[in-house]
């Protein structure tokens, strides 16, 4: 390893290198600032030229817009002053006075005359005013005040939504009315909310009070009486500048028009991009903070009350006219001259290759660094991967053991169960048992050995009954306890089997057993059986109105590639929803069950069935009549297609 001091194989060390390159470095700014320099000096002649020339420009804008304005504020004096000076006419008469005015502006110009209304003459004025226009009413907030209605609008095409809208209600226009009324000036109005609603957002509002008003109104607040209505002149700022421009055939300015006099926040009213954009944008005050270059800034007073600042900016054709290569041609001539000078001193800086070798060398170093770092971190990353597999099976291995724990759990509780029965169940019949004995043994020393032999008799069936007893719990404790492995099982089959099983029981009830397609999946072929054979016996148990039992066995259909489900449907009586979950627990019958020999272990065996292989089963009433009992079990392999041909098997009686 080299120390920071150490010389380089030059023999130069880091400050030596220094000094040797210093009088380039000097030459080399000294020069790129002469050259800096001239461009800007160039620049600035440019500027100043330009600068000159749009100024002209920009002055003959100005001077022609202001022309368009003040030709429509006069317009609105003019008219105002003619209905002033004339005898009050019909309302059609001044629609005619309004369209002598506005008619010679090219369109840029709605002239409106909007009269004095008292509330008691109102129902009469609009009648009058029907006549000329259907549908005319006044649209005002006011009650009980003197209201300025608009009564003729001059051109009425595209302008319908101004008629009968009383400007004595707008509360941005109510000041101004009152401002024309006392000092008899025209006033301009750039913050109408409404007349932006209907002409669009340069709309424009110009307002003058025409004479006194008559006798009969009342005197208004204020040092001057009302008018007798007022001229209202609504102009877009974007039509009039148009218009202005169109006269002078160029497009080499954008135009912004702030209005100095309204509130903050609405000074902003019109912005023309001519290169960029459509003639009329929204403009923002802030654009008066950007506007700081080649620009050009006038004032105009648009009537005795208002004033508006126009300000012009070049556009990039101007820019591109006023602006010559000359500035750029003298920077490159500077750095052409820098570079060549500079040229002159870079023998003196080679042994910064040598530097730069150092560096490579060093770099090579930490590179390889890096490359072990790298190994270690992924042989962490390999060691934290088999650390969280490690967790995630040892999660697993509590959620077995948790699964295990509550089956031992269910057991638990299935063996006192079993305990309650027994000691329940099972003594029943050996008591019985024991008292016909004792009756036995003392009917023995008399004479009647008929009496002998009903006792005889009832303890046999006593006995029976007890051996029943003890085979059904041993079926109900060997599901779980004496079950065989799980295999591939096509229920269709082993439901054939059950009805061979069943040809005798079949006989003897006069029955029908009909068998649909039913699933294959993977479970304890046997119990699957006695499963079967169970729900199946159970059916044939029961008619309906004396008619032979009829039981149906078929999938609902509902197959999924998660579960499957396998119905056994019964003619019977039917089941109350009340004891739908009791008659699966164990001993437990129907309430009034005609079947006498019932055990009330099948269902209880069918329920156990069903839970060891991970499914559950429920009954409820079918569809038109009798009992459907609906087994769910988990599907392992598609519907057995094969069993399709053996659809509608029926084993009757005699069969």
Avoid at 220 to 232: E, L, M, R, T, W
Avoid at 328 to 339: E, K
Avoid at 347 to 376: F, P
Avoid at 436 to 453: C, H, K, M
Wanted: with cysteine; aromatic share 6%; proline share 6%.
């Amino acid at each position: 390893m080299h120390n920071r001091d150490e010389p380089s194989r030059g023999g130069l060390t880091a400050g030596g290198h220094l000094r040797a390159i210093w009088p380039a470095v000097l030459t080399l700014l000294a020069g790129v600032g002469a050259s800096i320099a001239f461009y800007l000096l160039l620049q600035r002649g440019d500027e100043q030229a330009a600068t000159y020339v749009f100024g002209e420009r920009a002055k003959t804008y100005i001077r022609a817009v202001e022309k368009v304005l003040d030709a429509n504020i006069n317009a609105v004096h003019w008219a105002a002053a003619t209905i002033a000076n004339t005898a009050t006419p019909a309302e059609d008469g001044f629609r005619r006075y309004l369209a002598a005015f506005s008619g010679g502006h090219s369109g840029t110009l709605t002239l409106m005359w909007a009269p004095a209304v008292t509330p008691e003459d109102t129902p009469s004025f609009e009648q009058r005013a029907r006549e000329l226009q259907d549908g005319y009413s006044i649209r005002t907030t006011l009650a009980g005040e003197i209201q300025y209605p608009t009564l003729a609008v001059e051109p009425l095409s595209g302008h319908e939504g101004l008629l009968g809208y009383d400007w004595a209600s707008d509360p941005e226009t109510r000041p101004y009315l009152d401002y024309a009324r006392d000092s008899g000036k025209t006033f301009v109005i750039s913050n109408c909310a409404y007349l932006k609603e209907v002409l669009g957002p340069t709309a424009v509002l110009v307002v003058r009070a025409v004479g006194a008003p008559p006798a009969q109104l009342p005197q208004a607040s204020g040092d001057a009486p009302p008018p007798k209505g007022y001229v209202i002149g609504a102009f877009r700022i974007d039509n009039a500048v148009d218009v202005a421009l169109a006269l002078l055939n160029q497009e080499q300015v954008n135009l912004h028009i702030f209005d100095t006099v309204a509130p903050e926040g609405s000074m902003a009213i019109y912005s023309r991009i001519a290169e960029d954009g459509p003639p009329a944008q929204e403009v923002h005050e802030d654009n008066l903070l950007l506007l700081r270059h080649m620009n050009y800034t006038g004032a105009v007073e648009v009537a005795p009350t208002r004033r508006w600042l126009f300000v012009c900016t070049p556009t990039k054709a101007h820019l591109a006219e006023a602006y010559t290569w000359q500035p750029l041609l003298g920077l490159l001539a500077g750095l052409s001259l820098t570079a060549v000078v500079f040229q002159h001193f870079l023998s003196q800086i080679q042994q910064r290759r040598k530097a730069e070798a150092l560096v490579q060398r060093r770099t090579a170093e930490l590179q390889r660094t890096n490359e072990r770092l790298s190994t270690e971190i992924a042989a962490r990353k390999q060691f934290e991967a088999e650390r969280e597999e490690l967790l995630d099976l040892l999660a697993q291995s509590n959620d077995t053991l948790q699964h295990l724990n509550e089956r031992l759990a269910i057991s638990n509780s299935d063996l006192q169960d079993f305990a309650v029965v027994t000691s329940h169940d099972l003594k029943e019949p050996l008591r019985k048992v024991r008292v016909l004995a004792g009756n036995l043994r003392q009917l023995l020393g008399t004479a009647s050995p008929d009496r002998a032999q009903e006792y005889i008799e009832l303890i046999e069936l006593c006995a029976e009954r007890m051996h029943r007893l003890i085979t059904n719990i041993l079926q109900v404790s060997r599901v779980t306890t004496h079950g065989n492995p799980f295999t591939s099982v096509d229920l269709s089959q082993v439901a054939r089997d059950v009805v061979d099983d069943l040809a005798v029981r079949i006989q003897e009830t006069g029955g029908t057993v009909d068998l649909e397609p039913l699933p294959a999946v993977i479970a304890d072929p046997m119990q699957m059986r006695q499963l079967l054979q169970n729900l199946i016996d159970n059916g044939l148990k029961y008619g309906s109105n004396g008619t032979p039992p009829r039981v149906r066995v078929f999938g609902n259909g509902s197959c999924q590639t998660d579960r499957c489900e396998i119905c056994v449907q019964d003619e019977g009586p039917g089941i109350a929803p009340e004891d739908a979950e009791r008659i699966f627990a164990l001993f437990q019958r129907v309430s009034g069950d005609p079947a006498e020999d019932s055990s009330g272990v099948g269902l209880a065996v069918c329920r156990k069935i069903a839970e060891r292989h991970g499914g559950s089963i429920r009954v409820e009433p079918a569809a038109s009549r009798g009992t459907r009992f609906t087994v769910v079990l988990p599907a392992a392999i598609p519907f057995n297609t094969a069993a399709l041909h053996d659809s509608g098997i029926e084993a009757a009686a005699g069969s």
